[in-house]
């Protein structure tokens, strides 16, 4: 059975102006999320910057967005690390939270061969119960998940179930389908690739739009899912210019501008990311007016 079907949202982590973590501010993004429309939560991904929360913040988030989520909708909890000791560690804690689902993001820096890649995620499987999301993406790790590593882990770990693609690379999306006969649970990972992921079987994606389009979003995955694919083709092309320029500089900077934008107030970046470049913001509020999001 999926996790989920449909646009989750990679959630950001909201911060008050002393860079603490703004709990209350994380519960009322995750009841605007849910209220309009998105399929899952996704708790300390990259868009969450997750990776400059101390262990004791990224749990007290997962923990936070469990309770308050309340079993509306899954909750995926990001607990990977370039440490198996330690994505051991946080998915063991996140599963006692009762989180829904693990994303597991392939080791970075220190990288892998697609030998440890199976080692790495065979060992976490094997110490937690709930489903496993790998999460591919290289650009960022400088480790891809070969498809035939990944066809290897879902066929073999039986709670290895679905994987994030972020690569950017089609065909070897194809060669995964392929090799598993589509018995993968597949997500894009990057918005704007939804339409083109779920024409090889796709469930869905895990979006950084979904923080400021959540409807939107959910319904190019709909509308896809329910044939009306014309509609959901459209809907993406229209989202495009706005996809550029949340990723004009790297994320999660340009969609916490634009939550910002929004009047959400969900505070600063931590280093070592940075306030966007005025010209940068300038492109994207214009891109957001366009796409019909009224800014404060």
């Not at 990679?10 to 998105?38: C, H, R, W």
């Not at 693990?102 to 065979?122: D, E, F, R, S």
């Not at 290897?152 to 690569?167: G, P, Q, R």
């Not at 899912?225 to 509609?231: I, L, R, S, T, V």
Request: charged letters at 20%; hydrophobic letters at 40%; a negative charge.
């Amino acid at each position: 059975m999926a996790i989920f079907k449909g646009a989750g949202v990679a959630i950001i982590t909201p911060f008050k102006e002393n860079l603490e973590v703004n709990f209350e501010k994380l519960e009322e993004m995750i009841d605007y999320q849910i209220d309009n429309g998105s399929d899952s939560i996704i708790i300390c991904g990259t868009t969450g910057e997750a990776s400059t929360l101390t262990h004791e913040e990224h749990l007290e988030c997962i923990k936070v967005a469990v309770d308050r989520t309340k079993k509306r909708v899954p909750v995926i909890a990001g607990t990977g690390s370039n440490c198996t000791d330690t994505a051991i560690y946080l998915s063991k804690e996140a599963q006692s939270y009762g989180a829904d689902g693990a994303l597991i993001v392939t080791p970075y820096y220190n990288k892998a061969t697609q030998k440890g890649l199976i080692a790495h995620y065979t060992e976490i499987a094997k110490n937690i119960d709930m489903p496993i999301i790998m999460y591919n993406v290289p650009s960022r790790t400088g480790c891809n998940i070969l498809p035939e590593t990944a066809a290897t882990l879902v066929k073999e770990v039986d709670n290895v179930v679905a994987i994030k693609e972020a690569t950017g690379n089609i065909s070897q999306v194809i060669k995964l389908m392929q090799l598993t006969n589509g018995d993968i649970e597949l997500y894009s990972g990057n918005d704007d690739q939804i339409v083109p992921l779920l024409s090889v079987g796709g469930l869905g994606v895990i979006s950084v739009l979904s923080n400021i389009a959540p409807r939107e979003t959910h319904d190019i995955v709909a509308m896809y899912h329910a044939g009306n694919k014309e509609e959901s083709l459209a809907l993406q092309l229209k989202a495009i210019p706005l996809i550029e320029q949340l990723f004009c500089e790297v994320n999660p900077i340009p969609v916490k501008k634009a939550m910002n934008l929004m009047g959400f107030e969900v505070g600063p970046l931590r280093m070592p990311l940075t306030e966007m470049e005025e010209a940068h913001a300038k492109n994207l509020a214009q891109a957001m007016k366009d796409f019909g999001i009224s800014i404060a």
